[in-house]
């Protein structure tokens, strides 16, 4: 029998909070399998819009988008990423690019707190996987971690019609469609959904992996307990991801020898929305039966959904500019 401890700490704590607006650009040479270039939209972490530089049009990804804009905006949409496909061109001349597979990733957008009414934008890129370039919106200018950067850093901190461009879009256009994009899928947004959670271990001497999927909205803390104490030897946390349906999955993984895990109480303790569930050994399962669910999941996520994982786990990112429908779009000085 499962062990579940529900604490419930109120409606205002589980609504209450900072919802954001992002755009994941990300564009791969070198690799015939993938699109050279790819753009994906998330309101709050959920995926909305996708476009491609095979299929060269953007589509919704939840109905909530698709039921409150026009083909206007869709057709305006996709000539936003392909100006944005067009940016990044210019960008991998300036990083003048040796042969071989390469990523730019690129990623711009904005957070508002809809209790205090506080904004913020941000917008960095990355090349093959480590941050390049990111803009200090404080200073409005580009700055760069790597020496490689300084020369980007010149031509795009020169660009002062891009500058101000950057201030308004942060300050003004991304607000604005982020709190409209909120109010059109407030029904989806602002639901709640209880995280499932597992117990999972192939063998006896394989690690045991905390498996927490289908909740809502993203925020949630996988910790383990031993022996009623908190518990951080030998224990691993994997990436947020999301299921097809707009729910999350997430899994910590502790390395424990048969022995121990056989002579002391470890637990799983879940934190979600101020909701905590609790699952100890006797709710381990083998994994194997599940594994073939688990791959349907994974190979039902449209692959915009993916280069969003990628950019989680790679940190990379994108350059900006100011377009009336919360992306950011404007041919770059050439190089």
């Not at 209450?16 to 993938?34: E, M, R």
């Amino acid at each position: 029998m499962r062990s579940v401890v529900l604490l419930l700490l109120g409606v205002q704590l589980a609504y209450a909070g900072t919802h954001s607006l992002k755009y994941l650009y990300t564009s791969v040479t070198g690799d015939p399998d993938l699109p050279e270039f790819t753009a994906v939209g998330l309101v709050d972490g959920v995926q909305f819009m996708y476009f491609d530089s095979n299929a060269k049009k953007a589509v919704p990804k939840r109905e909530w988008i698709r039921q409150n804009v026009g083909e206007d905006y869709w057709e305006r949409k996709t000539q936003n990423c392909i100006g944005d496909h067009q940016n990044i061109q210019i960008l991998r001349q300036w990083f003048n690019l040796s042969q071989g597979v390469h990523t730019v990733q690129q990623m711009l957008g904005c957070e508002w707190d809809d209790q205090t009414g506080a904004t913020e934008g941000f917008e960095s890129f990355g090349y093959d996987g480590e941050d390049f370039l990111s803009l200090d919106l404080k200073e409005m200018r580009y700055i760069s971690p790597v020496q490689q950067g300084s020369i980007t850093v010149e031509k795009l901190n020169k660009d002062k019609g891009q500058i101000e461009n950057n201030r308004n879009y942060f300050s003004t256009v991304c607000i604005e469609w982020l709190q409209k994009y909120v109010e059109y899928g407030k029904s989806s947004l602002q639901r709640k959904v209880s995280p499932q959670v597992s117990l999972l271990q192939k063998s006896s001497s394989s690690p045991v992996a905390c498996h927490v999927t289908d909740f809502y909205p993203s925020g949630v803390t996988i910790s383990w307990m031993k022996n009623g104490e908190e518990h951080h030897e030998d224990v691993d946390l994997g990436e947020l991801l999301p299921n097809e349906d707009g729910t999350f999955q997430k899994t910590s993984t502790i390395r424990v020898s048969p022995e121990e895990w056989k002579n002391n109480k470890f637990s799983c303790v879940v934190q979600h929305q101020g909701e905590t569930k609790t699952v100890d050994k006797r709710d381990s399962l083998p994994i194997m039966p599940i594994v073939g669910v688990l791959v349907a999941v994974v190979l039902l996520i449209a692959i915009g959904v993916i280069v969003f994982v990628v950019y989680k786990k790679k940190q990379g990112f994108k350059p900006v500019s100011g377009s009336d429908d919360g992306s950011n779009s404007s041919a770059r000085p050439q190089a």
